[in-house]
């Protein structure tokens, strides 16, 4: 039945090329600068000794190079299109700031997707709709809580087969690199539409150091950081490449940095992953998230909730007492939110929020001037408000 | 081995034959990757002059739209030499009739609301005091693909005191995307998503290929945690959907957008299947009946819900577009009119401008620069002479200067011309071969009498009950019972007269003008092409649930002191056959002769 739907990889994958040949397709700021690789591998040939070898060698870059001019020439549009094919859209449960939708991207013909491990994957009941407009359920294969990693497997009908990014071909590139970045942020495409494709370039690679709530990214190793904003509300798990398509990351979070509270937009880099992806895919286990420890967590104190916010809340009389608002000063910050007494605090930006020690404790992560969105419950009915850090 | 003394001394040790290939082709290898990165660097530069040159070209033709007390407000693009300009409607629907507007020369013009097209996001202003303004010149939206690269201009948080309007550089990350009317009637439908940035004050800036060419109008953006700036994702009113309302815009008019009146869902095969149909419709006197499969809308193939939401939305309502679907019967072609959308009376209120504070909506980037006290306004005479406020327009100002061009045209062309009764005998014979038809129709004011084959009709202006039609020629006595009062001239021949846009006619396939008129219950739309003051073409809507009479006039020529086509064509009911008549003879009647009955 769907025999007329197989598609094959799409092995369009180069070995590294001159930066400067890259922007011949797009012509975007920065690119003049000299491409090193070229003349450093011509040193080196030229160094070595005479043998058969360099003559296959660089009969095979000779070909290469008249291929990647042909690829220059190639459209671009078929390039993006290609891509656009191995990109899954994600559906599962949100609220709050939390989006009920994401990306994934197929790493495997069989229907293997990764994409980042968020809130959507924990949901329980994950769908795929594939860039031909099929839907999918999805079972959730492996996780790793140290690459911030989740490997999902749609269940496919025996014989499906995707297009997908080829693992094998991943690179590791240079800041300076012209890229484009394949997501369904906003949820903007729907059904068969191709998400949406944005471009930038990487503009450094260093380990991130990065919240979002209480939540730190895990990954030591060092990231992309594109200088486009790439991550966006469902970005995640989009498929970062370079000009040519070629694979290089995985789009991460929407998160902010931990020293300066701005947004960053950053991949992983695939060559990171990908021991990680292939070990999943064998059916090897890596630990679960790590547990908060609540012991030296810091906390805004009852005394500075009352004084600084104007909020009081219930006494902590239990052993998980519920963040309830026993009383709002007049005229503080949290009148001016319009939060009243009896409210129940839900949630803190998209972090869920058990008892009031844990509300005190989420308050702590954020910096004066922040703007955090609060959930509450109040008469049965969930609503944002928004409060603003003393 | 000639080659091999090319390459230097010092290389050349005596080492093997193989070593000298080895270095002849390393040295191709070199050469080949100097002229690549030359020429690489050779077309940035190139491209990169040639981008300031086209910047350099299309600046001028861009527009900082203000209210009239030169505060807050967005972008526009110039459009003719005339001083059009179209901007978004949540642009100018805060400004009121009179905006100023700034150009890249660094000087503030008076502009007038000329129409607008709410659900579509678009407005069209005047700017005032010159003939000779720079303006952009359109490009296909169509052709445009993902990855393109585009440039957005506009005035992004109204930086620029002198207007020259800033440049965002970006790709295009997507085309024909559909955007919900989130919170507001405004709708987004195949429009074109970029990643240039798109900030407040961007609102109703033209999107430019790289080329120069304009291909789009930025209006909307998607924001979400980061507050109200660029995300990255921001929307473009495609141009080919802005080129189908100037006609009408240009107008006065509240354009409207239309409906189909049937439903379309995506079925999980993939196809796009109807799901209710209005048994009132057009579509369902056609045969369209739920659970068909629609294969294409307005010429364009559908391969999901939508797509088809996505071609609705770029038509004004009233257009008659084609329509292709698959039953077991086969496959079937009609065209259906759509109904408007939501039939605006009055320049419909945005929900965010009611908020005192910052719209709390973020999807519209609106340059808004703080509470404004009023003052009263100062509006020339000159400049207020050219808006006229009428319910269901937006400036009649225009819609008069539009329909006096074509009822003058008319007029001095048709020499019975404001003859409130003049009457004609009209003898007539098919054209085409097959069962011969002959007739003799009688067009008077009291009504139209018709013997076809020596069988009689009548219909009365003044009796509602005596409507008769032939069964071969319906709306033929109606249609020409319409056409008698539009070539009278007769000021009280209809209720109402306006210009109600330009439209792509089918079946004749070319643009023409479009002349509404009123008398009762029955609405012509009578088209006009720019080489004949005489209409082409007519519709009559006379009765829901029942076809429209459609005519088509061909071969206009003076008969005995009055002007007649010397074919008429007729569209006939369900099957939309085209029928043409030749008009044999045409006698003029004075009033008194018009009384006769008919055979």
């Known amino acids: ?390 | 081995m000639k080659g091999t003394n090319r390459i230097p001394a010092q290389v050349m040790s005596g080492r093997s034959v193989l070593r000298g290939w080895t270095y002849l082709l390393l040295a191709i290898l070199a050469m080949l990757f100097s002229i690549n990165s030359a020429n690489a660097q050779q077309t940035v530069l190139e491209r990169e002059a040639a981008r300031v040159e086209t910047l350099r070209r299309i600046t001028p033709s861009i527009v900082c739209v203000m209210d009239p007390k030169g505060q807050g407000g967005g972008s526009g693009v110039l459009i003719s030499a005339d001083g059009y300009a179209i901007s978004n409607y949540h642009v100018t629907s805060g400004a009121g009739a009179f905006m100023k507007c700034g150009l890249s020369d660094g000087k503030l013009y008076d502009a007038v609301i000329v129409g607008i097209d709410p659900t579509g996001d678009i407005a069209l202003i005047q700017l005032q005091g010159r003939t000779d303004f720079s303006f952009a010149i359109p490009g296909d939206s169509d052709q445009v693909q993902v990855g393109q690269e585009v440039m957005a201009l506009g005035n992004p948080f109204l930086l620029a005191s002198d207007f020259t309007p800033t440049v965002t550089y970006g790709i295009v990350s997507g085309v024909r995307r559909y955007q919900y009317p989130a919170n507001t009637f405004l709708e987004y439908t195949d429009c074109i998503q970029i990643d240039a940035s798109i900030n407040p004050g961007n609102s109703g800036g033209p999107l430019f290929d790289i080329e120069g060419r304009w291909i789009g109008i930025n209006g909307r953006a998607s924001f979400e945690k980061r507050g109200r700036v660029n995300s990255g994702a921001a929307y473009s009113i495609s141009i080919n959907q802005i080129q189908k309302f100037i006609g009408h815009l240009k107008c006065g008019l509240i354009v409207d957008h239309g409906v189909a009146d049937f439903t379309v869902e995506t079925s999980d095969n993939g196809e796009v299947r109807v799901a209710q149909v209005s048994a009132l419709s057009d579509a369902y006197r056609r045969g369209l009946r739920p659970g068909v499969q629609l294969l294409s809308f307005a010429d364009r193939l559908l391969t999901s819900a939508n797509d088809f939401q996505n071609v609705l939305g770029i038509f004004p309502d009233g257009t008659r577009l084609p329509l292709t679907w698959r039953d077991t019967d086969g496959l079937h072609n009609a065209t259906i009119r759509l109904r408007p959308l939501h039939a605006f009376q009055k320049a419909p209120e945005l929900p965010e401008e009611r908020q005192q504070k910052p719209p709390q909506d973020p999807e519209h980037p609106e340059g808004e620069e703080g509470e404004t006290d009023k003052k009263p306004d100062q509006i020339p005479d000159s400049l207020k002479s050219l808006f006229v406020a009428r319910d269901g327009f937006c400036n009649y100002h225009f819609n008069e200067l539009h329909r006096l061009r074509i009822v003058n045209a008319l007029k001095e062309r048709v020499a019975t011309f404001g003859d409130p009764a003049p009457a004609w005998v009209i003898t007539f014979a098919n054209a085409e071969s097959g069962p011969r038809l002959t007739g003799e129709l009688t067009i008077a004011a009291t009504g139209v009498g018709m013997s076809l084959n020596n069988k009689p009709f009548l219909q009365s202006t003044v009796d509602p009950q005596l409507q008769e039609e032939s069964p071969q020629l319906p709306g033929l006595l109606i249609a020409m019972n319409q056409l008698r009062r539009l070539l009278s001239g007769d000021a009280a021949a209809f209720t109402e007269q306006l210009a109600a846009g330009r439209t792509f006619q089918l079946p004749l396939k070319r643009e023409v003008d479009v002349l509404l008129t009123r008398e009762g219950v029955r609405t012509c739309r009578w088209y006009f092409d720019e080489a004949s003051a005489l209409p082409v073409g007519v519709d009559v809507e006379y009765a829901q649930g029942i076809d429209e009479a459609r005519l088509l006039f061909a071969d206009w020529e003076d008969r005995n002191g009055a002007v007649f086509p010397g074919r008429v064509g007729l569209i006939s009911g369900v099957r939309e056959e085209l029928r043409w008549l030749n008009i044999d003879s045409v006698t003029v009647r004075n009033s008194s002769a018009s009384e006769e009955k008919n055979p």
């Not at chain 1, 679960?288 to 104007?310: V, W, Y």
């Open chain 1, 1 to 390: 039945m769907n025999m007329r739907r197989i598609s094959t990889r799409t092995n369009t994958v180069r070995h590294q090329l001159p930066v400067r040949r890259q922007c011949s397709i797009f012509g975007w700021p920065g690119l003049e600068g000299e491409g090193p690789q070229p003349r450093g591998f011509l040193r080196s040939a030229q160094s070595s000794p005479g043998h058969p070898f360099v003559l296959i060698i660089t009969l095979f870059l000779v070909s290469d190079i008249c291929q990647a001019a042909q690829a220059d020439f190639q459209s671009t549009a078929d390039i993006l299109k290609s891509r656009q094919q191995t990109i899954v859209k994600l559906f599962g449960a949100g609220g709050g700031n939390l989006d009920s939708y994401g990306t994934g991207t197929l790493v495997s013909a069989e229907g293997h997707v990764v994409t980042v491990w968020n809130h959507l994957v924990g949901t329980g009941y994950l769908t795929a709709i594939t860039a031909d407009g099929r839907k999918f359920a999805v079972d959730v294969v492996g996780t790793s809580a140290e690459h911030d990693l989740a490997l999902l497997k749609l269940r496919t009908a025996p014989g499906d087969l995707f297009a997908c990014i080829d693992l094998s071909k991943v690179i590791d590139t240079d800041p300076g690199t012209p890229v484009l970045a394949f997501s369904n942020m906003f949820h903007v495409a729907t059904g068969n539409e191709p998400v949406s494709v944005v471009h930038g370039v990487i503009a450094a690679r260093i380990p991130l150091e990065a919240t979002q709530g209480r939540w730190k990214f895990p990954l030591k190793s060092p990231v992309w950081l594109i200088d486009a904003i790439t991550n966006n509300s469902g970005a995640a798990g989009g498929l970062l490449t370079d000009t040519k398509g070629t694979p290089i990351g995985l789009i991460g979070r929407e998160i902010r940095h931990a020293a300066s509270r701005t947004w960053v937009n950053y991949a992983i880099p695939l060559t990171t992953l990908k021991p990680v992806i292939e070990a999943l895919m064998s059916g090897k286990k890596f630990d679960s998230r790590p547990k908060d420890s609540e012991a030296n967590t810091p906390m805004i104190s009852d005394q500075e909730l009352t004084a600084q916010f104007g909020l009081t809340m219930l006494p902590n009389v239990l052993e998980r007492t519920p963040a309830w608002i026993d009383a709002v000063t007049k005229g503080s910050i949290a009148a001016k939110a319009e939060l009243r007494r009896g409210d129940l605090i839900v949630m803190v930006d998209d972090a869920v929020i058990t008892s009031v020690t844990d509300f005190q404790q989420q308050l702590a992560r954020f910096r004066s001037g922040d703007r955090v969105s609060l959930t509450i419950n109040r008469e049965q009915q969930l609503l944002p408000v928004e409060l603003l850090i003393p």
